[in-house]
């Protein structure tokens, strides 16, 4: 069966960056894409980009485009997700998701990083 | 970007009842690019319906979504206690793609 696992949570302080991982299990890794959605604390979710797994494209939101990366270790079937910058506003959970076949419907969801970033 | 309106903010309902969310977005999307996700507190979003109207795999079929251009529905029959909880309607239409501020459907 498809698994997502994150890496855990983290701590940082605001100017810092923090990179998450996916790692992923149950599928060939390469063959689907792999998006990053995060929540803030009681609000929606909020899109960030997602990668081509199996070329490694990259599409980002604008609000994000300037800070964050996604890329991903073929070999290991690990998705990453950077963010830089870091400020009190970033303080959310994260979320990998896989898409069900393409497009971007969400169909299996990692269980969350809990980023909190406070000096 | 497209923005995507959910109605009511908060539903009071009892087991059994049935329950009607509605999402708007604010331009015309595809029906084929509108999904739902319910999220239970402390878990991650599961996708309910995909194309506005597609079960995913193993969602009950109390659940069931309607629309098309900027209006569309999801339904629930009737509410089993696990259906108390939070629910995204999500666009993928434009980039970027988005999600509406959620509907929670509470215990009356």
């Known amino acids: 069966q498809v698994q997502l696992v994150q890496s855990g949570a983290e701590v940082k302080k605001p100017g810092a960056s923090v990179k998450i991982s996916c790692k992923a299990s149950g599928y060939t890794f390469t063959n689907y894409a792999m998006h990053w959605v995060r929540q803030a604390p009681g609000q929606s979710l909020e899109w960030m980009g997602w990668i081509n797994a199996g070329n490694g494209h990259t599409k980002y939101s604008p609000k994000f485009q300037d800070r964050v990366t996604i890329t991903r270790d073929r070999s290991a079937s690990i998705a990453y997700m950077e963010l830089s910058s870091l400020r009190s506003e970033d303080t959310a959970m994260y979320y990998c998701?896989?898409?069900?076949?393409?497009?971007?419907?969400?169909?299996?969801w990692g269980q969350g990083t809990l980023v909190t970033v406070s000096s | 970007e497209i923005v995507l309106t959910q109605s009511p903010g908060t539903l009071s309902l009892s087991p059994g009842e049935r329950a009607t969310l509605s999402c708007r977005a604010s331009?015309?999307?595809?029906?084929?690019?509108l999904g739902w996700y319910q999220q239970r507190p402390g878990q991650a979003p599961r996708l309910l319906i995909y194309?506005?109207?597609t079960r995913a795999t193993g969602i009950p079929d109390r659940f069931s979504g309607s629309g098309s251009g900027t209006d569309f529905t999801l339904s629930i029959s009737r509410l089993e206690p696990e259906d108390f909880a939070v629910y995204y309607c999500q666009q993928y239409e434009g980039s970027p793609q988005t999600f509406g501020q959620g509907t929670k459907v509470e215990v009356k």
């Open positions: 998701a896989r898409v069900l076949v393409a497009g971007a419907t969400l169909a299996f």
């Open positions: 194309g506005a109207a």
């Open positions: 331009q015309t999307i595809s029906s084929n690019s």
